[in-house]
């Protein structure tokens, strides 16, 4: 049974990543853990130090927090109403990415799905903090799902590598299971500078159209592009569902994504992406 994480902070923009969770994987036997974290603003230290048992303001917030949750669940199962799901509900006095942290190793946690509010524009911030956090310090992998994007069965699939990557890598296989699963086809994208690929990408390159045999896969160049020229100009071709990367640490996907501000960049979060942790981050 697969475990997610639907993080939530009681906004419309998280209930629609929850949506887009439940409609991924309407078709498996899962169980869902409604994760909601909380810190009182005038919960500081000179108050912690009046009241080392302190009882009011966490005692209050736990008590909102907790039945707000319990209205998300009862949203999810009068519009979905699905057997093969379960619910977790858990209410934290905690940071988010520390909660999430601790979660992930107390429950085994598989995938973790929270929404974004995306770049609409070229100077704003290319996906929100809390998202971009987790991303970064969580090894596990994350879907995120922009604000108001109404879900699409995952049939075209982009998947830009530099292939720079290990074909071990334990999260692979869920590309490959939503790929079985949904029937998608897998567009795997290498943006081409005029430098062919070295024999240990070549042999990565192979040994991913290997992993992938069972798959409708297609292999494609973009020359003289940078990757997120590549991205950007796929995506004007052809109608994507997913994006899926994969943090390899010092990569394109380092600047593409913890980069504060994007200039002179068409592309925009309109699409679910899904970030897995490299082999390097792992270890």
Do not use: W
């Not at 669940?73 to 990415?97: A, Q």
Request: with cysteine; proline share 5%.
């Amino acid at each position: 049974m697969k475990r997610i994480l639907l993080p939530t902070d009681f906004s419309d923009n998280a209930y629609n990543a929850i949506r887009y969770a439940l409609n991924l994987f309407r078709e498996e036997e899962a169980t869902f853990y409604l994760l909601n974290t909380f810190t009182p603003v005038s919960y500081h230290t000179g108050y912690l130090i009046e009241n080392p048992a302190p009882y009011g303001m966490e005692d209050i917030a736990m008590i909102n927090s907790k039945r707000e949750v319990e209205r998300i669940e009862e949203r999810i199962k009068k519009e979905f109403d699905n057997p093969k799901h379960h619910f977790v509900r858990l209410s934290t006095f905690n940071t988010l990415i520390g909660e999430i942290k601790e979660t992930i190793l107390e429950h085994d946690i598989d995938l973790i799905v929270m929404g974004t509010k995306g770049a609409t524009g070229a100077k704003e911030v290319f996906i929100g903090t809390h998202t971009m956090y987790t991303i970064k310090k969580v090894n596990c992998p994350v879907i995120a799902v922009p604000s108001g994007f109404e879900f699409e069965k995952p049939t075209d699939v982009l998947f830009p590598t530099d292939y720079n990557l290990s074909i071990e890598n334990k999260y692979l296989p869920l590309v490959k299971e939503i790929s079985d699963k949904h029937k998608c086809r897998l567009n795997i994208l290498n943006a081409y500078s005029g430098v062919s690929l070295d024999n240990d990408r070549q042999k990565t390159k192979e040994s991913l159209d290997e992993y992938f045999k069972d798959n409708v896969r297609l292999f494609h160049i973009a020359e003289g592009m940078d990757v997120l020229e590549a991205v950007e100009d796929f995506q004007k071709k052809y109608k994507i569902n997913l994006l899926i990367m994969i943090h390899n640490k010092h990569s394109f996907f380092e600047n593409l994504l913890f980069k504060p501000v994007i200039n002179q960049i068409a592309y925009h979060t309109n699409i679910p992406f899904l970030v897995i942790p490299s082999e390097e981050r792992m270890k």
